[in-house]
């Protein structure tokens, strides 16, 4: 059984640990070297689940901890979502994204805002599923990793009709991915 829950201070180090297996996951299917970066972003994760948990809600199955997400600043942008590798693919990260979306409209905003790096095909596919269309692709750089990073900043609007997009033609996005 799912149950979603605000993260308490004492999880810190646990949920760190759920979003370094998450990103580790993702980052090995585009062939990115997860060796390399994997201090960096141990620390990153530490750091923001320490000094952010207030703002973390947290998904647990059968009493487990199985994931957590973040709107980190109280608006409409969703900061994180990571759900474990042997929990995914039961529903967690829709659960969570829409708790959080809640939150989200009970604040007033017409929109939910997030981003992903721009070959997190499963990401982008849950989102795009969810009701989420790609707006921008950008690079950026993480302070964190200490490199550039490829990403694209994902909207839902609330209340209104999803507009129907066109995949690419180009060879950038054979497989109608991203949708601009």
């Known amino acids: 059984m799912l149950t979603i829950r605000p ?83 039961r529903g967690i990260g829709t659960a969570l994204l829409g708790h959080i979306e809640t939150g989200i409209r009970q604040r007033g905003y017409p929109s939910a805002r997030l981003d992903t790096h721009a070959r997190n095909a499963g990401a982008i596919r849950l989102c795009k599923r969810l009701g989420y269309h790609v707006k921008t692709y950008f690079v950026t750089y993480s302070e964190s990793l200490d490199q550039d990073i490829d990403k694209v900043e994902m909207i839902k609007e609330f209340d209104q009709e999803e507009p129907e997009i066109e995949p690419m033609d180009s060879g950038v996005d054979e497989d109608g991915l991203y949708g601009i």
Not at 65 to 83: K, M, N, P, Q, Y
């Open 7 to 89: 993260a308490s201070s004492a999880e810190a180090q646990d949920l760190a640990r759920i979003g370094l297996a998450a990103w580790e996951k993702a980052i090995r299917v585009w062939g990115e070297d997860a060796d390399r970066l994997r201090e960096n972003a141990r620390e990153a994760y530490y750091d923001f689940c320490t000094r952010c948990w207030t703002d973390i809600v947290v998904a647990e199955w059968d009493g487990d901890l199985a994931g957590w997400g973040s709107c980190e600043r109280a608006d409409d942008f969703i900061t994180d979502l990571w759900v474990l590798p042997e929990f995914q693919g």
